[in-house]
């Protein structure tokens, strides 16, 4: 292993500078044709077999070295539509047409820029020491992950048919910790997820005649509020779950109330029995402030998106975080619980029906971090995912995340 991690130090400036490259170039779900453009000559150049397009604006690298065994690596590709605030030199000034048609700014608020540069710099020294390992490996590149569809378009695009199928599917996401910091959880690693659409009906009318009129912007109003309660009172205390409305949308003038209102609704849940008590409960709510405004019709409670949550075989889990601590040290991995984000990473893994694993590892300067932990500001000064002001660490994050993948894959390669 020591062997071909010598190369790292002389990929890490050309892994930068694509790294920076992808920052300030992103691209929505299923508009990745500059990324993997870049990716598909990148893998080409490697030596690997490449093949794009798949689900849409995937790639697929396959790199054959011998007879043993088969292991896909995965790192997702979409950025956000946010308008990045990090002030940095190589900062997104990018914009693009959304799947509504709306224009707006792109970000890679969530570090799937780093995820490719990651899994390319891997790509990179396992191609360049195929004479210490045998076997294959499967380098995924996915569309869409913050869609919800990336993961689902490839494996309906024949993923699993058209490439050597995997004994073990590895993956990882950056996050706001300490940088040099890999971080692995057995079992449930992320939670599922449901995104909703509330389609709400009033009666429109004038604004200074309400009593003509149902009104559903009050009515959506007592939706949120109502929603409050789902966690609070529907729950047991111990049960992880979000609820999140995160659009509301209704009339255009101040003095017209509109015929309608539609809430955007995002849940997240750690087990099946809650996810079903969560939606049915909703639906529940949902209904009895329709029928408490004298709505004209029913409300229409529309499914945007569903992601169960995403589950790491247990032994596959202690196998690469074994790998971790004897490649990055004993200190430098560390346990973590389940959270409360989600990923379509797991659906990789049902449908091949292989263990996966699924790790963090942190994005920020460990200096900034203790720091702001220390003083109990976690939430005020680190920048979550997401955020316009989360951008990770170039040194030593990128480094990390390749030692990260090729450690965890050479768990499973049967050395020369």
């Given at each position: 292993?020591?062997?071909?991690?010598?190369?790292?130090?002389?990929?890490?400036?050309?892994?930068?500078?694509?790294?920076?490259?992808?920052?300030?170039?992103?691209?929505?779900?299923?508009?990745?044709?500059?990324?993997?453009?870049?990716?598909?000559?990148?893998?080409?150049?490697?030596?690997w077999?490449?093949?794009?397009?798949?689900?849409?604006?995937g790639?697929?690298?396959?790199?054959?070295?011998?007879?043993?065994?088969?292991?896909?690596?995965?790192?997702?590709?979409?950025?956000?539509?946010?308008?990045?605030?990090?002030?940095?030199?190589?900062?997104?000034?990018?914009?693009?047409?959304?799947?509504?048609?709306?224009?707006?700014?792109?970000m890679?608020?969530?570090?799937?820029?780093?995820?490719?540069?990651?899994?390319?710099?891997?790509?990179?020294?396992?191609?360049g020491?195929?004479?210490?390992?045998?076997?294959?490996?499967?380098?995924?590149?996915?569309?869409?992950?913050?869609?919800?569809?990336?993961?689902?378009?490839?494996?309906?695009?024949?993923?699993?048919?058209?490439?050597?199928?995997p004994?073990?599917?590895?993956?990882?996401?950056?996050?706001?910790?300490?940088?040099?910091?890999?971080?692995?959880?057995?079992?449930?690693?992320?939670?599922?997820?449901?995104?909703l659409?509330?389609?709400?009906?009033?009666?429109?009318?004038?604004?200074?005649?309400?009593?003509?009129?149902?009104?559903?912007?009050?009515?959506?109003?007592?939706?949120?509020?109502?929603?409050?309660?789902?966690?609070?009172?529907?729950?047991?205390?111990?049960?992880?779950?979000?609820?999140?409305?995160?659009?509301?949308?209704?009339?255009?003038?101040?003095?017209?109330?509109?015929?309608?209102?539609?809430?955007?609704?995002?849940?997240?849940?750690?087990?099946?029995?809650?996810?079903?008590?969560?939606?049915a409960?909703?639906e529940?709510?949902?209904?009895?402030?329709?029928?408490?405004?004298?709505?004209?019709?029913?409300a229409?409670?529309?499914?945007?998106?569903?992601?169960?949550?995403?589950?790491?075989?247990?032994?596959?889990?202690?196998?690469?975080?074994?790998a971790?601590?004897?490649?990055?040290?004993?200190?430098?991995?560390?346990?973590?619980?389940p959270?409360?984000?989600?990923?379509?990473f797991?659906?990789?893994?049902?449908?091949?029906?292989?263990?996966?694993?699924?790790?963090?590892?942190?994005?920020?300067?460990?200096?900034?971090?203790?720091?702001?932990?220390?003083?109990?500001?976690?939430?005020?000064?680190?920048?979550?995912?997401h955020?316009?002001?989360?951008?990770?660490v170039?040194?030593?994050?990128?480094?990390?995340?390749?030692?990260?993948l090729?450690?965890?894959?050479?768990?499973?390669?049967?050395?020369?």
């Amino acid at each position: 292993m020591s062997v071909l991690f010598d190369r790292l130090d002389g990929l890490l400036p050309d892994l930068e500078s694509v790294y920076r490259d992808l920052h300030a170039h992103p691209e929505l779900a299923f508009q990745e044709k500059r990324t993997a453009a870049v990716v598909a000559g990148l893998l080409t150049e490697q030596g690997w077999d490449v093949t794009s397009g798949v689900g849409r604006t995937g790639v697929v690298g396959v790199l054959r070295n011998g007879a043993g065994p088969v292991v896909m690596l995965r790192a997702d590709m979409d950025a956000l539509p946010v308008e990045e605030r990090t002030g940095l030199p190589y900062a997104s000034t990018e914009t693009a047409i959304d799947e509504s048609g709306e224009k707006v700014p792109v970000m890679h608020a969530c570090g799937h820029d780093m995820h490719v540069a990651a899994l390319l710099g891997a790509c990179a020294l396992l191609a360049g020491a195929r004479d210490t390992w045998h076997g294959t490996v499967v380098a995924v590149f996915q569309p869409g992950e913050e869609s919800g569809f990336g993961a689902r378009a490839m494996v309906q695009d024949g993923l699993f048919e058209r490439f050597p199928k995997p004994e073990v599917i590895l993956g990882q996401h950056v996050g706001p910790g300490p940088a040099g910091l890999v971080a692995t959880c057995p079992g449930t690693v992320m939670g599922g997820t449901d995104s909703l659409r509330i389609r709400l009906f009033g009666r429109g009318g004038h604004g200074s005649k309400p009593e003509s009129a149902v009104d559903p912007v009050v009515m959506a109003a007592s939706v949120v509020t109502r929603l409050q309660t789902v966690v609070s009172r529907t729950v047991a205390a111990s049960e992880p779950v979000v609820v999140t409305v995160g659009s509301i949308r209704a009339g255009t003038t101040a003095a017209t109330i509109p015929d309608e209102a539609e809430l955007a609704v995002n849940i997240r849940t750690s087990s099946a029995a809650t996810r079903d008590l969560v939606l049915a409960t909703v639906e529940r709510l949902v209904k009895a402030e329709v029928l408490a405004a004298g709505a004209p019709r029913d409300a229409e409670i529309t499914s945007v998106c569903s992601l169960p949550n995403t589950v790491n075989d247990p032994a596959a889990t202690e196998r690469v975080a074994d790998a971790h601590r004897a490649h990055l040290g004993e200190g430098a991995v560390i346990p973590v619980g389940p959270n409360s984000a989600s990923e379509d990473f797991g659906l990789l893994a049902s449908a091949a029906q292989v263990p996966a694993v699924f790790w963090f590892f942190g994005g920020l300067d460990a200096e900034e971090y203790t720091k702001a932990f220390l003083a109990g500001r976690i939430a005020e000064d680190i920048p979550q995912n997401h955020s316009s002001h989360f951008a990770p660490v170039v040194r030593p994050t990128l480094a990390t995340g390749v030692r990260a993948l090729v450690s965890a894959a050479l768990a499973w390669m049967e050395p020369r």
